[in-house]
């Protein structure tokens, strides 16, 4: 168990729908950053959050959106989906200092039909 | 823009020898980190070994090393005596050192399967 929680693992849904994924990070954590891995593809960075307040955009779509609550929780909301949509969205929290990279979570395989 | 690239989609090498998996990047800092991270089949990212760019020591994790060549912009990753257990996909990763509000997520390279015959 690496500290950081993600759910749903699994999520199936149909075209045009909205999701929600969730991500606790790991205690003391203040940054979260959402990544989305297709089957052919590396990681792709969609977003990071920083105590609450968004910190950076990567190569997030319009239909895709997030947040950080108070409790340092994130969401990841995929809306109008599609089937290249599908993929595994992985949700990491930063260790401090900086140095030590990220802690990623198990990971949301999203499947779009 | 940093960028992080991983020439060899996919190795093999036989069980308890050694291999070497190449990365380089590019980048006009002067001051960042540099990562490998596992992916098994579980598609867990484990972080195998890291690298601060202002030490010129390789750093060491049991049967894994590094070769940092900061001039050359080199971050390769030997594992000796592989294991089966070793089989995944890695991924080369680089971090800005630089402090302050800006971003500072992580650059992954496509990533390398690596393949352990017995």
């Known amino acids: 168990d690496s500290g950081v929680t993600q759910t749903p693992k699994h999520l199936i849904t149909a075209t045009g729908q909205r999701v929600t994924l969730r991500c606790s990070p790991r205690?003391?954590?203040?940054?979260v950053y959402w990544y989305q891995q297709s089957l052919d593809q590396g990681l792709q960075f969609l977003i990071q959050?920083?105590?609450?307040?968004?910190?950076a955009k990567g190569n997030i779509l319009e239909r895709f959106s997030a947040q950080q609550f108070p409790d340092l929780h994130s969401e990841l909301n995929l809306s109008s989906l599609e089937l290249g949509d599908s993929a595994l969205y992985f949700c990491?929290?930063?260790?401090?200092?900086?140095?030590?990279?990220?802690?990623f979570g198990s990971g949301t395989r999203l499947t779009v039909v | 823009a940093q960028t992080v690239t991983q020439s060899q989609p996919e190795m093999s090498v036989q069980e308890a020898e050694t291999v070497t998996l190449s990365c380089t990047y590019d980048?006009?800092?002067?001051?960042?980190?540099l990562f490998w991270y596992k992916q098994p089949p579980s598609r867990q990212m484990i972080l195998v070994i890291r690298?601060?760019?202002?030490?010129?020591q390789n750093a060491t994790e049991n049967r894994f090393s590094v070769n940092f060549q900061k001039a050359a912009k080199s971050f390769s990753l030997k594992i000796s005596d592989s294991q089966l257990g070793d089989a995944a996909m890695y991924f080369c990763?680089?971090?800005?050192?630089?402090?302050?509000?800006?971003?500072?997520?992580?650059?992954f390279g496509k990533g390398t399967h690596l393949i352990i015959q017995p």
């Open positions: 980048t006009s800092e002067s001051d960042y980190y």
């Open positions: 690298q601060e760019a202002y030490k010129q």
């Open positions: 990491a929290s930063s260790v401090q200092p900086r140095a030590y990279g990220y802690t």
């Open positions: 990763a680089y971090r800005t050192g630089l402090s302050g509000g800006g971003a500072d997520g992580l650059t």
């Open positions: 205690s003391g954590d203040l940054s």
């Open positions: 959050y920083y105590n609450g307040e968004e910190r």
